[in-house]
């Protein structure tokens, strides 16, 4: 698959997907396109969450910073995705810990759940319309992860000092869920949900208050080393001029699902899949109410999971299935409905208004690949379907490395992430294959 594929077989260019997201989308903004060579200190290549949370922070240490993005800020996975907002790592403490051993576990899991905290701080802060809501209920689709469930709540409780998160019983969530498929679960009230495009949007709107650059439809062919690093962009020439891109001391590649081979490191680490969303036509109280109860975000056992909240006016957004292809379905709506319909058959005779797919990059292990690939060169990437709040901490904990305190980058980046067995045409058939393995688990 060349370079540029993953950013323009699904959609146009500079143009936000046919969403609920983008019809709801507040402070849109048309960004000048870059012309000429610009200098900055940090050129940041992606305008999602973690390269505009970056900006945002190098900014505010007085550094100039650039942000590149091939259509648009926020247009990627971070301003399509499910909205929801967890604490702690993608994968649990227990898997953590032997990877990593006890110790770095701890570390990473402060981290974790600090990224919540401040993904609501930078909503507060800066004013930013993302129709936040706490709670994030993870419910088992098997009653034999009940114990699990239990067992688990009980460890970050006694061993991690985390008291937002309890073991919910059946018999309660019957009450708060009106799923199918819902045994007992675990509430964890440090999560929670929020409109993924507006909260970008207002990155964005703040990282450019603080100095930073951004320049939309700006898609990088090279990154060239040196002292400055040369980052040339793809395509014609804007304004005339004869060459385009920035010269910058520091380059960040925070691209996640969309890096395609721009990186070979990273890409060999970091697998593009995708996901994908529907929103319901506008729902009744009553009705939202015998769904979900307390109006928090929700997440299944499966391994290809099902996850959904109420919107803020009310629709339900449902997220379930996945493709390991690049292209995506042709009737998402109907995609999606399946899943849906399995978990919420009461909603059979509800329209579907909205329905759109997203790309985003997942690794072995399920956790983030923090990179230091040369002088001055970075990558963050690999979120595996936990990117809101992980991706935003991210761009933080990466301008306090470039500010001396490198002390949470280490922790990220002493995280495994090995790459993805097979090369070359056989990559794709082999994830598809261990993927398909894991779904079919999910019906038994």
């Known amino acids: 698959m060349s370079q540029n594929s993953l950013l323009h077989l699904n959609d146009r260019v500079g143009a936000f997907p046919p969403s609920y997201y983008a019809a709801t989308a507040k402070n849109v903004v048309e960004r000048p396109r870059l012309s000429g060579i610009e200098d900055a200190d940090v050129c940041i290549i992606g305008g999602g969450f973690t390269g505009l949370s970056a900006a945002l922070h190098c900014a505010r240490q ?129 999560g929670g949900h929020v409109h993924p495009l507006n909260f970008a949007l207002g990155l964005a709107r703040a990282a450019e208050a603080a100095g930073a650059r951004i320049f939309d439809r700006a898609e990088v062919a090279t990154v060239g080393p040196g002292d400055p690093h040369e980052v040339r962009l793809r395509g014609p020439v804007a304004g005339g001029g004869t060459e385009t891109g920035v010269r910058a001391k520091v380059v960040l590649y925070a691209c996640n699902g969309y890096l395609s081979g721009l990186e070979p490191r990273t890409s060999a680490r970091v697998m593009p899949i995708n996901s994908f969303v529907v929103a319901t036509e506008p729902l009744s109280e009553e009705r939202c109410g015998s769904l979900i109860r307390d109006d928090v975000a929700v997440a299944d056992s499966r391994f290809v999971v099902n996850y959904y909240r109420l919107s803020a006016d009310r629709r339900m957004l449902f997220g379930g299935g996945e493709t390991y292809g690049y292209r995506f379905p042709r009737d998402i709506r109907a995609f999606v409905r399946r899943p849906m319909l399995e978990v919420f058959p009461q909603l059979a005779d509800v329209a579907l208004d909205y329905g759109w797919g997203g790309t985003l990059g997942i690794t072995m292990k399920r956790l983030p690949d923090y990179a230091e690939l040369g002088p001055n060169l970075y990558s963050l990437s690999g979120y595996s379907g936990s990117g809101v709040a992980m991706a935003t901490k991210s761009g933080q904990i990466f301008a306090d490395m470039l500010d001396g305190d490198d002390r949470d980058f280490r922790v990220m980046q002493g995280l495994p992430t090995p790459v993805f067995p097979g090369s070359g045409r056989w990559r794709q058939p082999l994830l598809i294959a261990a993927m398909s393995w894991y779904a079919l688990r999910d019906r038994f």
Not at 73 to 84: E, L, M, T
């Open 62 to 190: 007085g550094r100039s910073v650039v942000v590149l993005d091939a259509h648009r800020a926020g247009w990627g996975a971070s301003g399509r995705n499910g909205g929801q907002v967890g604490a702690g790592q993608r994968i649990d403490q227990d898997s953590l810990e032997a990877l990593v051993g006890v110790d770095h576990a701890h570390e990473a899991f402060r981290i974790g759940v600090e990224a919540p905290a401040l993904l609501r701080a930078l909503i507060d802060e800066h004013a930013i319309p993302a129709d936040y809501k706490p709670g994030l209920l993870h419910t088992n689709h098997r009653a034999r992860y009940d114990a699990e469930s239990r067992d688990y709540a009980a460890k970050l409780q006694d061993e991690y000092g985390y008291d937002q998160i309890r073991f919910v019983e059946r018999e309660e969530m019957l009450e708060m869920l009106g799923a199918a498929d819902a045994f007992g679960g675990t509430l964890d009230t440090g």
